[in-house]
Nanobody
């Protein structure tokens, strides 16, 4: 069974930190490009980070650059999103995604570039 499961979301005060985890079953994550996305109510799904499979190249949009860090632990078959200096506008459901199509050293932030998704984990930043 091919599955991605996120965890680590929750309620945090502005300026706080959270680490999201994504564990894969049925996949060997080191072979695939991975991404983290978020979706707030009434908004489109937004890519917040990605990591290529071959060289570990990462990308972050300006909205999270310097605050979010994506990493992967191939031995544990997991991908993480470390989120620091959280802001209320970071509140959303966060999803991890996997791309099975060939990607080499590329990294993707368009949801259409991914074909497997987790169920999401809620992150709420509020005082």
């Amino acid at each position: 069974q091919l599955q991605l499961v996120e965890s680590g979301g929750g309620l945090v005060q502005p300026g706080g930190s959270l680490r999201l985890s994504c564990v894969a079953s049925g996949f060997t994550l080191k072979h695939y490009a991975m991404g983290w996305f978020r979706q707030a109510p009434g908004k489109e799904r937004e890519g917040v980070s990605c990591i290529s499979w071959r060289d570990g190249i990462t990308y972050y949009p300006d909205s999270v650059k310097g605050r979010f860090t994506i990493s992967r632990d191939n031995a544990q078959n997991m991908v993480y999103l470390q989120m620091n200096s959280l802001k209320p506008e970071d509140t959303a459901v966060y999803y991890c995604a996997l791309r099975t199509y060939y990607s080499a050293s590329n990294c993707y932030t368009d949801p259409l570039d991914y074909d497997y998704w987790g169920q999401g984990t809620q992150v709420t930043v509020s005082s």
